[in-house]
């Protein structure tokens, strides 16, 4: 009896911050957009129609999501043992995956690797049109797409699957991706030293999860080919930690060759350095992070206004902070 699957859970913990990450990508995109920043009345309107639409899509596919779970997993019931022990194994295989791709996206979501085509920056320059059903349109169709790249890959994972199992792994992977969001939002807002630790940090650990997951799932699908010895499990286990390991590095070194050849080009100076330097940005925002950003400043202006009142020698502080919260926004 099986509570959760990892396959389920890593494919929604992947999904949270890229669907995140596309909702502050259009914010970003609209407060920069001549239309849509003309006025706030105008850009508050742009906001509700980013909120309006992603919710639309993130409920359609919920439901579908949950329809289709539903009707595969009532279609496998009573599986193979062996067929069982395949599917946990190729749930483990997914998590791994799914884990290490993670691990190279958080060096370059933190801006120590970088990519020419930014998620964060790729609707500075579209054309987001001037009425509400153009942008509802646009924003709908692109979380409609991160939502696609993990519909049809979590459908082997249904399968004999009980009424547990589905939705636990779902909330599971959602907590964790928010926990991975919140990571990257952290991590954006320290520099220097401190920024490199976090992200080698948080990049060792979704790499060290990712190679027990692979093991594990190493371990189920041994068993059905029946290597019932401890020697033969053991020399495949070392054997699939060597190729996981070797594939984590050439990733991970290939990311860093073409950042180092781009810095030598100088293509990075308006992206990375600036970053690294602690140059206040649009790109540091994702939609959780804006969230976490919005109640941040209620607070400091909640805290500036109780200062005031009860001295008149801190007018400096208080446009500090009006002026800080005046970029956060």
């Known amino acids: 009896f099986e509570i959760f699957s990892w396959g389920i859970l890593s494919l929604f913990a992947y999904l949270v911050p890229h669907v995140s990450i596309e909702i502050g990508a259009y914010r970003q995109a609209v407060a920069k957009s001549p239309y849509w920043s003309a006025s706030d009345d105008r850009l508050k309107e742009a906001y509700g129609h980013i909120v309006?639409?992603?919710?639309?899509?993130?409920?359609?596919?919920?439901?579908?999501?949950?329809?289709?779970?539903?009707?595969?997993?009532l279609l496998t019931k009573g599986l193979d043992p062996r067929m069982i022990n395949i599917i946990n194994g190729m749930a483990y295989y997914m998590g791994s995956t799914i884990f290490l791709f993670i691990s190279r996206k958080i060096p370059k979501w933190t801006h120590y690797y970088y990519h020419a085509n930014s998620t964060s920056e790729k609707h500075d320059n579209e054309d987001l049109g001037t009425s509400g059903k153009v942008l509802n349109f646009k924003v709908y169709c692109d979380i409609v797409v991160q939502f696609l790249r993990i519909f049809f890959l979590l459908l082997p994972f249904y399968c004999g699957a009980n009424a547990v199992e589905i939705p636990t792994s779902a909330i599971l992977g959602i907590v964790l991706g928010f926990f991975i969001d919140f990571c990257i939002y952290k991590?954006?807002?320290?520099?220097?030293?401190?920024?490199?630790?976090?992200?080698?940090?948080?990049?060792?650990?979704m790499f060290l999860a990712g190679l027990a997951l692979f093991l594990t799932g190493t371990y189920y699908i041994a068993v059905?080919?029946?290597?019932?010895?401890?020697?033969?499990?053991?020399?495949?286990?070392?054997?699939?930690?060597?190729?996981?390991?070797?594939?984590?590095?050439?990733?991970?070194?290939?990311?860093?060759?073409?950042?180092?050849?781009?810095?030598?080009?100088?293509?990075?100076s308006?992206?990375?350095?600036?970053?690294?330097?602690?140059?206040?940005?649009?790109?540091?925002?994702?939609?959780?992070?804006?969230?976490?950003?919005?109640?941040?400043?209620?607070?400091?202006?909640?805290?500036?206004?109780?200062?005031?009142?009860?001295?008149?020698?801190?007018?400096?502080?208080?446009?500090?902070?009006?002026?800080e919260g005046a970029e956060e926004s």
């Not at 991590?187 to 650990?205: D, E, M, Q, Y």
């Not at 060597?242 to 950042?259: D, E, N, Q, S």
């Not at 976490?292 to 446009?319: C, E, N, Q, R």
């Open 187 to 205: 991590c954006r807002r320290t520099f220097g030293r401190r920024r490199l630790v976090l992200t080698i940090l948080s990049a060792l650990i």
């Open 52 to 73: 309006r639409s992603s919710a639309a899509a993130i409920f359609t596919f919920f439901t579908l999501i949950a329809i289709f779970a539903t009707i595969v997993a």
């Open 224 to 268: 059905v080919w029946g290597l019932e010895t401890r020697r033969g499990r053991v020399v495949v286990g070392i054997s699939m930690a060597l190729v996981y390991t070797t594939l984590a590095l050439i990733i991970h070194g290939l990311m860093w060759y073409r950042t180092k050849k781009l810095k030598e080009r100088g293509t990075d």
């Open 270 to 323: 308006s992206r990375i350095t600036r970053s690294r330097q602690g140059a206040p940005s649009f790109r540091d925002r994702m939609g959780t992070s804006l969230l976490i950003s919005k109640v941040m400043g209620k607070k400091k202006h909640d805290t500036s206004d109780l200062h005031t009142s009860k001295s008149s020698g801190s007018a400096a502080p208080l446009a500090s902070i009006d002026a």
